[in-house]
């Protein structure tokens, strides 16, 4: 297994681990930041075994599968975590978003077609992990407490799950319309 897949690999073992720290209450906020810190290099990684792979040519069957599988595993898993504070319609939608294009490349793959991600794709995907970190973090009661009485950091944070979710949506339009003789039964 070469460096970039086990990169992946540690992806996805990271996952269970940053569950369990947003998930238990006995470290308090300390589980939030640990939390951040495992999504943060969780998401580092994801940009290094891409980097690695095309440099050092390393571009693997594996690697085509499980980076972007880890990569919609560790979002989906934040997402399904922060159930509460981001309602549970936008999770559903942004997942169900990601399963569709998961489904749809899949078909492209099968018809021989390699579909590049656009770059609605990329800033969807940077706007909803500022988003998750944003509402892991939850400083909120820092800024009130220490900076001004007003809920300013909650308020960002309702903007950042808006702005995610209407990215995640144009990103799916812009996705399927560029790309929809994949859905052609007879382009085999």
Excluded at 1 to 18: D, G, H, Q, Y
Excluded at 41 to 70: E, Q, V
Aim: proline content about 2%.
């Amino acid at each position: 297994m070469n460096l970039a897949n086990k990169l992946t690999v540690l992806r996805v073992c990271t996952i269970p681990f940053f569950v369990l720290f947003m998930e238990i209450d006995c470290l308090g906020r300390w589980g939030n930041f640990i939390a951040v810190l495992l999504f943060v290099m969780a998401s580092i990684t994801d940009a290094m075994d891409g980097h690695i792979a095309r440099k050092y040519n390393l571009i693997t069957n594996f690697g085509k599968f499980m980076d972007p599988l880890a990569d919609k595993l560790l979002v989906s898993a934040a997402l399904i975590c922060l159930v509460g504070r981001i309602p549970a319609w936008i999770v559903i939608v942004i997942i169900s978003r990601e399963l569709i294009i998961s489904g749809f490349r899949t078909i492209a793959a099968d018809n021989g077609i390699v579909i590049a991600a656009s770059i609605w794709g990329k800033v969807k995907t940077v706007f909803q992990m500022i988003m998750i970190i944003w509402l892991i973090l939850d400083l909120n009661w820092f800024i009130v407490k220490y900076i001004i009485d007003f809920p300013i950091y909650d308020i960002l944070g309702n903007i950042l799950v808006v702005i995610s979710l209407v990215l995640t949506v144009i990103s799916m339009v812009d996705y399927i319309a560029k790309n929809k003789a994949v859905l052609r039964e007879n382009n085999k």
